[in-house]
């Protein structure tokens, strides 16, 4: 499934990831939780050999390779100071947008705070607004994270406000933030929002006709444990059903 999730991904390997799905396939094998993690690292040095610059950084963090994530993330950086000094690239901008996202999903805040700080400073950053939507996207992500609500909702709506102007509002782009919103509110112990917006989360991806998604799956699951918590057992039943079918769909009942 790994394999499978990597040739879906990124056409520079397709060749050798097919050759490799039909040699696992061939096997009987039982891999121990240790043996598993050295081979996906193994895999993903092999795709990131072969996919150089064109690799997705969000694939990283899909893999939950962040240890590895965070070298080769470091690495890309130090190629693109080398090429450009003390300028920094429209690719750099974007690999330190990824190194933060790597430091957040590590929980690793104060450093997270520093590279999207400094990255906020940037002239670049105010004249590509969809970058800086994306910078105050993960410092409001970091900022709930850290139990600071009110200004992580603050860096949301800037998020938001920007997005929706540029992309209109029917977009995935807007949806996530809407998704992170629910999040956000239902740390606060504000329900009845969290609920709002993980709904909000659900239209929109239905309207561009993405209802079959991970972040549409994760705000039925999530709307299904608020309903759980004000007692209202089978709306909530409905919700994880839904939330359920959609997980199926995506990965399969293994």
């Known amino acids: 499934k790994y394999l499978k999730g990597l040739l879906a991904t990124e056409p520079a390997v397709r060749e050798e990831t097919t050759k490799e799905i039909l040699s696992l396939e061939a096997k009987n094998l039982n891999f121990t939780k240790k043996e598993e993690n050295d081979y996906k690292s193994f895999l993903f040095r092999k795709v990131v050999d072969r996919s150089g610059d064109s690799l997705d950084p969000s694939l990283y963090f899909e893999m939950f390779i962040f240890d590895e994530a965070e070298m080769i993330i470091q690495n890309q950086i130090a190629k693109e100071k080398k090429k450009n000094g003390d300028e920094k690239s429209f690719r750099e901008i974007e690999w330190s947008i990824a190194l933060a996202q790597c430091y957040i999903f590590q929980r690793k805040f104060e450093p997270a705070f520093k590279e999207l700080a400094e990255l906020s400073q940037l002239p670049q950053i105010e004249n ?117 079918q959609i997980y199926l769909n995506l990965y399969g009942e293994d």
Request: net charge neutral; aromatic share 12%; charged share 25%.
């Open 128 to 244: 590509g607004q969809l970058t800086k939507a994306k910078v105050l996207f993960w410092t409001g992500y970091a900022l709930a994270g850290t139990g600071k609500f009110e200004e992580a909702i603050n860096k949301l709506n800037e998020c938001l406000e920007i997005r929706e102007k540029i992309l209109g509002e029917n977009h995935e782009d807007v949806a996530i933030v809407h998704l992170r919103f629910g999040y956000t509110y239902f740390g606060q112990g504000k329900y009845d929002e969290a609920h709002k917006a993980f709904e909000k989360c659900i239209s929109i991806n239905t309207a561009c006709q993405n209802e079959n998604t991970l972040n549409v799956a994760k705000s039925y699951n999530n709307i299904g444990v608020i309903l759980e918590t004000q007692r209202k057992y089978e709306e909530a039943l409905k919700n994880f059903k839904k939330a359920l």
